[in-house]
């Protein structure tokens, strides 16, 4: 089952432009992982945040996670065409912890 | 250095026949992990080996999925009689040491599975 739900579902913008996306997930957590995932190929590790952390910069990335309300943000700023995947958070799972629990991603449209 | 690698990348398959598909992963690695993903969905866990011991396959969606590492690296994913349901991306993925709730899992490719 999944854990964590993404929102929106997709997202087409403007290169140039900032990207936002959401992450809602239902039990508490260690930490939240991003991941993208671009046509044809594997998924990469982009950013970890940990439960204790409120915000965490990486580059053109920017996450945020508020444990009250069991949700994460990431926004890609200043996109570019290769931004262009799909993007998944995943949480571990308290009890087995090397059992990643993704969403349903974020396709992620970025137009030249 | 390389990177966690699968193969075939691409995999028809007739209703009712066997797969294997292969994981290498990142040399050292001591975990590795499979996962099934759905189009349009995200990955789902299968199963997860540290070294050559298979820890927990509780995702394994039933009996005719078996995952094997018989020697702590390469990895094979055996489905038998395939079904039109296992139609998915199996996605392999490693990491250095020991599952732990920080550790960065490095993915492969994928192997797209279809059955016909």
């Known amino acids: 089952s999944q854990q964590g739900e993404e929102d929106p579902q997709a997202l087409s913008i403007q290169e140039g432009e900032n990207a936002t996306m959401n992450c809602s997930y239902k039990?508490?957590?260690?930490?939240l992982q991003w991941y993208r995932q671009n046509s044809g190929r594997g998924l990469v590790h982009l950013i970890l945040?940990?439960?204790?952390?409120r915000e965490k910069h990486s580059g053109r990335l920017r996450v945020t996670l508020d444990t009250s309300k069991k949700s994460s943000s990431l926004l890609i700023t200043a996109s570019r065409a290769a931004d262009t995947a799909s993007y998944f958070c995943a949480t571990p799972r308290m009890d087995s912890s090397y059992k990643l629990i993704f969403g349903s991603g974020t396709r992620l449209l970025v137009r030249p | 250095g390389a990177g966690v690698s699968q193969s075939p990348r691409y995999k028809v398959a007739k209703r009712g026949q066997d797969v294997a598909l292969r994981c290498d992963p990142i040399?050292?690695?001591?975990?590795l992990f499979w996962y099934q993903q759905a189009l349009g969905q995200g990955p789902e866990f299968l199963t997860y080996?540290?070294?050559?011991?298979?820890?927990?396959k509780s995702g394994l969606p039933s009996d005719r999925f078996f995952a094997e590492r018989p020697e702590g690296s390469v990895s094979t994913l055996k489905i038998q009689r395939t079904q039109q349901e296992d139609s998915a991306v199996y996605l392999c993925?490693?990491?250095?040491?020991?599952?732990?709730?920080?550790?960065?899992?490095?993915f492969g490719p994928g192997t797209r599975l279809t059955v016909l």
């Open positions: 039990t508490s957590i260690n930490n």
């Open positions: 945040i940990r439960s204790n952390e």
């Open positions: 993925a490693s990491s250095p040491v020991p599952g732990l709730a920080e550790d960065t899992q490095y």
């Open positions: 080996f540290q070294n050559e011991a298979q820890l927990d």
């Open positions: 040399s050292g690695h001591v975990s």
